[in-house]
């Protein structure tokens, strides 16, 4: 009996999309430094669209320095070749970005913009671009209101979640707090899933989004001060819908918690780890 033999591919002959695929298993910095320079089939790889179909810049974008960020973003955007599918980054800092964002949107399904400075004429102006998003996280950014929300509404409708949390101080300075509820009741009703944790609404506006949202399974309203606060009511009227609060447990913890709210740049900028790692991506970009 003639004996079978195996035939093991070397790793720079394996193909891009496999490549691809185990290396993003890898950190930030290992695939901008430590790959490209092994061999060219793995440059190819991490230069190409492969291991940029999930960009996760929300840890690093909480540390490095705003023009870095923007540079980052739209080198792997642009690498991903309209092939992004999830994108977390916090802290967008202009109109420009979110629309460069967008412009690349073809495929995207998950998106995180947290703390985005980025505001409603934008988000009217590109929303139709997002058609395919069904996740998307849009808390802490408080130069949008119920003009972008509603335009969301009107264009992603294959949208299942919304994130719209926002910090208590930010909610209770809203001129019309009421307005951005209203606009996901009237424009989202496949949601399954919706956070508004410290929004100034009212009891009714809740009982509209409920109501208006069939699909409806995970509601939290935790820190609205204005709704409701017996928990039997909600329990007993929908008992299959899961709700987090309304209660004022969340409101005090992020009191107690602000340096997690107002990032202290200069401190993280110290981090000499970090300053060495920054340097070292930032010159394989320069190349």
């Not at 060219?40 to 690093?60: F, H, M, R």
């Not at 490095?64 to 960020?69: E, V």
């Not at 792997?76 to 977390?88: A, E, P």
């Not at 335009?151 to 951005?180: Q, W, Y």
Request: net charge negative; glycine share 4%; charged share 25%.
């Amino acid at each position: 009996m003639q004996e079978e033999q195996s035939e093991f591919r070397h790793w720079d002959q394996l193909p891009p999309d496999v490549l691809g695929l185990i290396f993003t298993n890898l950190s930030l910095q290992e695939l901008l430094t430590v790959i490209p320079p092994v061999c060219k089939s793995w440059s190819k790889a991490v230069t190409g669209p492969y291991c940029w179909q999930d960009i996760d810049l929300n840890e690093w974008s909480c540390r490095c320095q705003p023009h870095q960020l923007d540079r980052m973003l739209r080198m792997l955007v642009t690498r991903s070749s309209g092939s992004l599918r999830n994108l977390h980054v916090s802290g967008l800092l202009n109109d420009s970005i979110f629309s460069f964002i967008t412009e690349n949107a073809g495929s995207l399904q998950v998106l995180r913009l947290p703390h985005g400075k980025i505001s409603d004429s934008i988000v009217e102006q590109t929303a139709q671009r997002l058609s395919t998003v069904t996740f998307l996280d849009l808390s802490y950014c408080r130069k949008i209101g119920a003009q972008a929300i509603e335009a969301i509404g009107k264009h992603c409708k294959l949208l299942v979640t919304l994130c719209r949390n926002m910090h208590f101080l930010d909610s209770a300075g809203k001129d019309e707090p009421e307005d951005e509820a209203n606009a996901i009741a009237a424009t989202m009703p496949r949601l399954k899933h919706l956070e508004l944790g410290c929004h100034n609404i009212s009891t009714e506006c809740v009982l509209n989004i409920i109501s208006s949202c069939p699909q409806l399974e995970h509601l939290d309203i935790n820190s609205c001060l204005s709704v409701n606060r017996d928990r039997k009511f909600f329990k007993e009227k929908y008992p299959k819908l899961k709700i987090v609060g309304p209660h004022e447990e969340k409101m005090f913890k992020e009191f107690g918690n602000l340096e997690f709210t107002f990032i202290d740049h200069d401190f993280l900028y110290d981090d000499d780890f970090f300053q060495s790692m920054m340097d070292d991506v930032m010159e394989e970009l320069a190349r």
